[in-house]
């Protein structure tokens, strides 16, 4: 079965500290690619897609991550975090497979930032 | 900007009782979605509907019913809810396709299933 996995659960870095949150899937054929961030107390929102062209992508607040097709990973980076980006992170993949193409999300990493 | 909105922020409800979870959204998206959030499993789909009166089974769609009779809304029905239920049910929609498009998510319903 087509799965996501989110390497790490919870997170907790400085402020300033670089962010790398790790995704990867399991699927071989084409795929949209997104991240989904949940602030405390609000509703899921978009943080950034990938549906095709550079690989390198940017969101909203400085994120960024990357499509590498060989390692089936979407990494989401952001070089400084702040105390504003604590939130749960969603990795989330459309395989396109026929008919209608479902959204499955990883499990999701919990990123707390401490001033 | 997309509202999706769910008509309860937190429900607690007993064993066995038949729950409603309502999910209205007004940019006229033609695809609605169920699913539910657990800590350390993410977002699992329940149920989705493409279109008035359609509706497909999602990942885990046991113990779970929808109903789609207008376009700008999407219920969630528990026959009879039980302790396993107990979980944040988000709603969300999108524009019509194939899938792959972005989703814009309400703000959940924490039931609790005493």
Redesign the interface.
């Known amino acids: 079965a087509q799965s996501?996995s989110?390497h790490n659960?919870h997170v907790i870095l400085s402020e300033a500290a670089s962010l790398e949150l790790g995704c990867n899937y399991s699927y071989g054929g084409t795929v949209?690619l997104?991240w989904?961030v949940q602030y405390p107390g609000?509703?899921?929102?978009?943080l950034l897609?990938y549906?095709s062209g550079d690989p390198l992508v940017k969101g909203i607040k400085g994120f960024e991550a990357e499509f590498i097709k060989s390692k089936f990973s979407f990494n989401l980076r952001k070089p400084s975090v702040q105390w504003s980006d604590t939130a749960e992170y969603?990795c989330?993949v459309?395989p396109?497979s026929g008919?209608?193409?479902?959204?499955i999300?990883?499990?999701?990493t919990r990123l707390a930032v401490h001033p | 900007d997309v509202k999706?909105t769910q008509s309860s922020r937190y429900l607690v409800k007993r064993t066995g009782e038949k729950v409603f979870l309502e999910c209205v959204q007004d940019m006229d998206h033609e695809n609605m979605f169920w699913?539910r959030q657990d800590p350390?499993?993410?977002?699992?789909?329940i149920y989705?509907s493409?279109d008035v009166k359609m509706k497909?089974k999602?990942?885990i769609p046991e113990g779970y019913s929808v109903s789609r009779e207008k376009k700008e809304r999407f219920s969630l029905i528990l026959e009879s809810a039980s302790t396993n239920q107990t979980s944040m049910y988000?709603c969300?929609s999108s524009w019509g396709g194939?899938?792959?498009e972005?989703?814009f998510?309400?703000?959940?319903t924490q039931l609790s299933v005493l």
């Open positions: 996501v989110q659960h949209n997104f989904y609000q509703h899921l929102q978009l897609k549906f969603f989330a459309t396109f008919g209608y193409n479902k959204l999300f990883g499990a999701g | 999706v699913y350390g499993l993410g977002l699992r789909l989705f493409y497909e999602g990942d988000l969300a194939q899938g792959g972005k989703l998510f309400g703000s959940g």
